[in-house]
C-alpha cells in the first residue's frame, strides 16, 4: 500500500457489459500507476445474489437489485480517507462473499453499471466517463463472441441481448447526460451495408464548461472540422479515415464533438495526427502515440476506441494534477 493520499481523487466509468471498461481501465493503470489506483466494481453493491434476481424477477441492471445507500456511504468514506469492508458479489457463484477492507488511494476508481445513476455518488465524482456501445455495433460483436466462443444460436444471443434493453435503457444508458466525457462506438459511415462491424466510426463526446476539464480539439477551437489525413504523412488502406471535429448540443448539454471513422494501418504515424490535435494534457510531445503503441495488442488500438481512451485518461491525469495542485495551496496556506 501506498503512503496515505492526502487527497482521494474519485473517478466514474459507466457502461454496458462488453463494452470496453477493462480495456480502458488498464490505459489508466499506465497513466497513473496501479499502486496510485483502486478500481471498485459496482456489481459488489448488488443487494440480490442471482438466485434472488431470479426469483424476484429483476435484473442486475435494476436498482432494486442494488444497495445505493451501502454505496453512497462506503465511496464517501474513502473519499474523505478513510478505509471501508467492502461487499464482494462473486460472479463465478452469483453469490455475496463476506467483506475485504479497502483503504483510501490516490485516485479511486468505480466502474460499472451505475457510477452516475444515484444523485449522492454521482455529486462526489471528480471525472466522469461513459463508454457508449451503439446496437447495431453490439449485437455484432456479442454474435461474433457468443456464437464463436460459447456456441450460442443467433436467436439466443438477439434474446438475451433484448431482455436487457428495457433495463438498460431506463437505468444505464441515462446516464451518458452526466459524464464529462463520452465514448461513443458506432458503424462507419464509410462502407455501405457493413454487416461485420470491423470499421467503427467512434466520436469523443467531451462537455464545455466543467472545471478543471478543457476539451480536446483538432486545429481551431470551436470550429468545425472534416479532415482526410490519407495521404503521404498517414497510411490509410480501404476504406480511408475521416476525421471530425465541432461543437454541438448532447443530452441537453453543450459539448465538443471529436470523431475519427475508420482504422488506422500504422500506429508509429499517429504522432502526425496528435501534431494537429490541442488540448490533449500530455507532456511531452509524442506521449498519446508513446501510449498506444505501448500496448496495440489492446483492442480498438487502432481506430478511434483506443485513441479516445487514451485522450480520456490523459484528462484524468490532468484533473488529479489540478485538484492535487489546489489542495497542496490550500494547505500551504493553512
Avoid at 433495463?167 to 464509410?190: C, G, S
Avoid at 476539451?215 to 503521404?232: A, H, K, M, N, Q
Avoid at 488540448?279 to 496495440?296: C, I, P, Y
Avoid at 487514451?310 to 489540478?322: A, D, F, H, I, N
Amino acid at each position: 500500500m501506498t503512503s496515505k493520499p492526502d487527497k482521494v481523487v474519485l473517478i466514474g466509468v459507466a457502461g454496458d457489459s462488453g463494452c470496453g471498461k477493462s480495456t480502458f481501465l488498464r490505459r489508466l493503470a499506465d497513466l497513473f500507476g496501479e499502486e496510485l489506483m483502486t478500481v471498485i466494481c459496482l456489481d459488489d453493491y448488488h443487494s440480490l445474489d442471482r438466485k434472488q434476481r431470479k426469483a424476484v424477477g429483476v435484473t442486475a441492471l435494476n436498482p432494486k437489485a442494488n444497495n445505493f445507500d451501502l454505496m453512497y456511504e462506503q465511496i464517501k468514506a474513502l473519499k474523505e480517507g478513510n478505509s471501508i469492508q467492502k461487499p464482494i458479489y462473486n460472479h463465478e457463484t452469483g453469490e455475496l462473499d463476506p467483506p475485504e477492507p479497502v483503504d483510501p488511494n490516490h485516485i479511486v476508481v468505480i466502474e460499472g453499471l451505475h457510477p452516475m445513476y444515484d444523485e449522492r455518488v454521482r455529486g462526489l465524482l471528480d471525472f466522469s466517463v461513459y463508454l457508449d456501445i451503439s446496437d447495431e455495433v453490439k449485437i455484432a460483436w456479442k454474435i461474433q463472441r457468443d456464437m464463436a466462443e460459447r456456441g450460442h444460436s443467433y436467436d439466443d444471443v438477439l434474446a438475451s441481448i433484448n431482455a436487457r434493453k428495457p433495463d438498460f435503457e431506463a437505468y444505464i444508458d441515462v446516464q451518458k447526460q452526466y459524464a464529462d466525457a463520452v465514448i461513443q462506438v458506432l458503424p462507419t459511415n464509410l462502407l455501405k451495408d457493413d454487416k461485420e462491424r470491423k470499421v467503427l466510426r467512434v466520436r469523443l463526446i467531451q462537455k464545455e464548461g466543467v472545471e478543471d476539464f478543457s476539451p480536446v480539439y483538432l486545429f481551431d477551437e470551436g470550429s468545425t472540422i472534416d479532415w482526410i489525413p490519407c495521404g503521404r504523412k498517414l497510411t490509410c488502406s480501404y476504406p480511408g479515415i475521416r476525421m471530425f471535429y465541432g461543437p454541438d448540443s448532447y443530452m441537453g448539454n453543450e459539448v465538443s464533438i471529436l470523431e475519427v471513422d475508420g482504422e488506422f494501418d500504422n500506429l508509429e504515424e499517429m504522432i502526425y495526427v496528435e501534431q494537429h490535435l490541442s488540448n490533449t494534457s500530455t507532456r511531452f510531445e509524442g506521449e498519446m502515440t508513446e501510449l498506444l503503441l505501448k500496448h496495440r495488442e489492446y483492442p480498438g488500438s487502432n481506430n478511434g476506441t483506443g485513441l479516445f481512451q487514451v485522450l480520456t485518461g490523459l484528462k484524468m491525469r490532468s484533473t488529479y494534477e489540478s485538484l492535487v495542485s489546489t489542495e497542496s495551496r490550500i494547505a500551504a496556506r493553512v
